[in-house]
């Protein structure tokens, strides 16, 4: 399980959980994504673990998932 907790516009916390990275990936192609690439991220945990991230945005998490095997 992929859960992201995130900021938009430095907003209050909000969490969006997805069964697999894949289903979050495959949203991001849409023509108008549910995130903004900018939007904060603040914490990513998958499989329950804190997954590392360099580029703590939106995008950073994108670039991140697709780089995976």
Known sequence: MLEIHY?????PEKVATYD???????????EVPPFADSDRVLRVL??????PLAD????GLFTALSARP
């Open 46 to 51: 998958l499989d329950g673990e804190e997954f």
């Open 56 to 59: 703590r945005t939106i995008g």
């Open 20 to 30: 697999k990275p894949s289903d979050f990936l495959s949203v991001e192609y849409l």
């Open 7 to 11: 900021s938009q516009n430095n907003g």
